[in-house]
């Protein structure tokens, strides 16, 4: 076994102003305060990050970012680079979520570019793969996945993948009520693994952390984290009320 630490992310998505979001913070870490078997990740808009960070800063609460440009820096308006996310506090960044994927036109190339920029800049990337309904359907669910993690993990080495966890969302299941069942979601990791390890190697495979999400709550976390592929959870919709995400960051497997 690789001795893989749980990690539940929240993933706030475009919701909660800049105070909306320090309350948010502030209750969940006086929530939080004793849980210290499970490393906790949020990642609310960039417009909150550096506050947020004087909140969780002191504490085991780690900040993500929800994306980055794959430039270091340069003429593009409305873009966020690496080390900008860095010093803004945050030590991981969501890359390749299914809604950036569908909404905003990124491709397995992009999330590609995204992963060294990450990696540059010393963020930890949550690499976001997933089948969509019309996939599934059609039993290309393991295709899919082959697919996004060839040319999203293109040119990653061994040891680069030291600080990088997966998250399988199948795109169907999110923001939609629908989760996967435990043996779906249980098979798909199991895959996912052993596509690290013919990618990488065993050490890649047994090490790397592979999270759950699609409508993750508190009422079915304790069966997706009693699965022994399933590391974690990137929790959305259920992450924005501080006491319903804490719930599932203390759960009883
Ligand atoms: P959800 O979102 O929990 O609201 O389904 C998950 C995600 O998009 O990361």
Redesign the pocket.
């Known amino acids: 076994m690789g001795n893989r630490v749980p990690m539940i992310a929240g ?1 706030w998505k475009m919701f909660k102003t800049c105070p909306e979001a320090l309350e948010t913070a502030r209750t969940l870490v006086s929530l939080t305060a004793g849980v210290s078997d499970v490393e906790i990740m949020i990642a609310p808009p960039f417009t909150a990050l550096s506050g947020v960070s004087e909140i969780t800063g002191p504490t085991g609460i780690q900040l993500g970012a929800q994306n980055l440009h794959w430039e270091k820096e340069g003429a593009y308006t409305g873009e966020v680079s690496g080390a900008m996310i860095y010093s803004a506090g945050c030590r991981y960044v969501l890359i390749g ?1 299914s ?1 950036r994927r569908q909404f905003f036109g990124e491709t397995d190339e992009t999330v590609n570019r995204k992963i060294f920029a990450a990696l540059d800049a010393g963020l930890k990337p949550v690499i976001c793969v997933g089948e969509d309904e019309s996939e599934r359907d059609a039993e290309k669910t393991f295709s899919v996945l082959d697919k996004q993690m060839e040319k999203g993990l293109k040119g990653v080495l061994p040891d680069q993948m030291g600080s990088a966890v997966i998250a399988y ?1 199948p795109v169907w ?3 939609t009520g629908k989760t996967a069942t435990p043996e779906q979601a249980q098979e798909v990791h199991e895959y996912l693994r052993k596509i690290l390890a013919a990618r990488f190697d065993d050490n890649v495979a047994a090490k790397t952390r592979i999270l759950y ?4 709550k508190p009422d079915n976390i304790s069966l997706l984290m009693a699965l022994p592929d399933i590391d974690g959870a ?5 992450s924005l009320d501080p006491e319903t995400f804490f719930k599932i960051i203390s759960h009883k497997t």
Do not use: R
């Open positions: 993933n979520h809604e969302e299941a999110i923001g999400g699609g409508s993750v990137l929790v959305g919709g259920a």
